[in-house]
Structure formats: structure tokens, C-alpha cells
């Protein structure tokens, strides 16, 4: 398994949907990201309509990071409608000859040679293991691409896939706001079948919507910042590192300061009681 830094850096916004990033400020980026200690940068072929990883690709080129030094994330299987795609819908694809195509054309796109990882982005009804194992058995045989896992897949389905190609990564939404992972199978077997696991979205909605939930949380995390000597942020990152899988989040901020909590986020280690405080708080009854 690759090396990849604990905490991820995500790439979905860096181009069209969102910060809309020049080559020399996606450059500038990466060397941000890079002098926090994040190594790992996490794309999809989806992301920007189909044209992030390669506005990355020309950045990283220009940048002269050397590629040894970083790891490399892509996602496939949405066929997204979009001004780079002609399909009516939205679906999904796993077919080998797909699976093979978007990693070919990830790795041309983000001018490397391999992929760190590849993941699956979403399950699809019509996957088939067989097909799956065969694209990513050549695809490994050929070098390009280290290590395979999916996104978003129950623990059924990672069982599916699992009979017949190794799964070594899944990532999934997991937050303070978001926890069903812990009670649906996921988290348990991730730790059962040593699964890593990435989190998207790890700070949930608290920083997004105003309910009821999010004030009660609010009144807990204005003791713990205190306590521990941390912001909101850090306090919420702190929470999902607690689980013993050893998540690692994939944060979307490309605020500098807020890049750096999040590293200095692993060096906080919540009480048991304040790890239960904020559960129960947010859930607004006690548990079982």
C-alpha cells in the first residue's frame, strides 16, 4: 500500500467547481498543501466536469515536484451529463474496457506515469466482480496504477468486489454529522478486513447549515476548543480520528490556515467522555 499522508488533500474544488484555480495558482497550492505535511492529493475524473485532474496535470508538469514525492488519487464509473459528455443520463459504468479508458485517460490528464490509487467512485447495480478483477489486474500488471479500493460502497458490496480483486481503500462519508458509517457495518469492516479508510466531508454540515444539532454541538465545542487549546475544526477532525481504523480525512479547504489545523488536528487526543459528549450532543439523547 502506498504511503499516503493521514490527512488528504481533496481537489474537487481547485478547478471549475469552485476556486476556478490558475496553473500558477494550482502550483501554488500544491506547494502549500505540500509544506503542511499532506502529501495526497484525492481526484475523480468526474470533478470540474471532467477537466480538473487536467488543469492539475499541467500545474504539477510546471511545478517540478518530483512525482516520488506525492501520491496520486483518481475516482471513476459516474458518466456525468456535461458539456464534456453526450449522454441523456446519469449513469454508471464498470465495464473493463471502461474502467481501463477513464484510468488511462486520469493518468494522461494528471501527466503521470501510474495512479497512487484507484477507486470506484460510486456502486453500481450492474457491477460485475469478474469484470472489475480483470481491469484492475491489468491495470496493475502494467504499473499503472499501485492500489485499488472504492468510494461510497456498503459493506456488502465491498464483499462482492473483495471475492475477486483485493480491496484496499474505501472512502466514505464520515463525520461528527454523518456517523451512520459506525452503525451500518462499514467501520466494523473496514477494522475486520484492514481496510484503510478516507473520509470525505469530514467536518459534516457544522460549518454549513444552522439546526438544532449543530447549536447543541456548538455549546460543547465552545468547552472543548478551550480545553484542548484548538479551534471548531480541529475539535471535529480530532472526533472521527479518534475511531481506532485510523481514518484519514480528505479535506477540501485550500485556506491555508485552515490546511494547517487540520494537521495539527493529529496531535489531539479527545477524552473518552468528550469523544461521547459530542455524540450524544449531537444525537440530543443519551445512548443506549
Not at 55 to 83: D, P
Request: hydrophobic share 35%.
Amino acid at each position: 500500500m502506498s504511503n499516503y499522508s493521514r490527512i488528504i488533500a481533496g481537489c474537487m474544488s481547485w478547478g471549475k467547481w469552485g476556486k476556478q484555480f490558475s496553473t500558477q495558482e494550482m502550483i501554488a497550492q500544491m506547494n502549500l498543501t505540500l509544506e503542511a505535511g499532506i502529501t495526497t492529493f484525492d481526484h475523480a475524473d468526474i470533478y470540474g466536469d471532467y477537466t480538473t485532474e487536467q488543469q492539475f496535470g499541467t500545474a504539477f508538469f510546471e511545478s517540478g515536484i518530483e512525482r516520488e514525492s506525492i501520491q496520486l488519487i483518481s475516482k471513476c464509473g459516474i458518466q456525468n451529463q456535461g458539456e464534456t459528455r453526450d449522454n441523456k443520463i446519469k449513469y454508471y459504468s464498470y465495464s473493463k474496457e471502461y474502467i481501463i479508458w477513464s484510468v488511462e485517460k486520469s493518468i494522461k490528464d494528471l501527466k503521470t506515469d501510474y495512479l497512487d490509487l484507484l477507486l470506484l467512485h460510486r456502486p453500481s447495480p450492474l457491477m460485475h466482480p469478474d469484470e472489475i478483477a480483470a481491469a484492475i489486474s491489468e491495470l496493475k500488471e502494467q504499473g499503472k496504477i499501485l492500489d485499488f479500493g472504492v468510494s461510497n460502497f456498503t459493506p456488502s458490496q465491498v464483499n462482492l468486489i473483495n471475492s475477486k480483486t483485493p480491496i484496499s481503500v474505501n472512502q466514505i462519508e464520515f463525520s461528527l454529522t454523518q456517523h451512520t458509517a459506525m452503525h451500518n457495518g462499514t467501520l466494523d469492516q473496514i477494522l475486520q478486513q484492514e481496510i484503510l479508510p478516507m473520509s470525505w466531508s469530514p467536518l459534516g454540515t457544522y460549518f454549513k447549515e444552522q439546526n438544532e444539532a449543530n447549536t447543541r454541538i456548538k455549546k460543547v465545542l465552545d468547552n472543548l476548543t478551550k480545553k484542548y487549546n484548538a479551534t471548531e475544526d480541529q475539535v471535529l477532525l480530532a472526533w472521527i480520528l479518534k475511531h481506532p481504523s485510523k481514518v484519514s480525512p480528505v479535506i477540501g479547504t485550500t485556506n491555508k490556515t485552515r490546511i494547517e489545523n487540520a494537521v495539527k488536528a493529529l496531535k489531539i487526543d479527545l477524552e473518552l467522555e468528550d469523544w461521547f459528549t459530542m455524540l450524544v450532543e449531537y444525537q440530543g439523547h443519551k445512548i443506549p
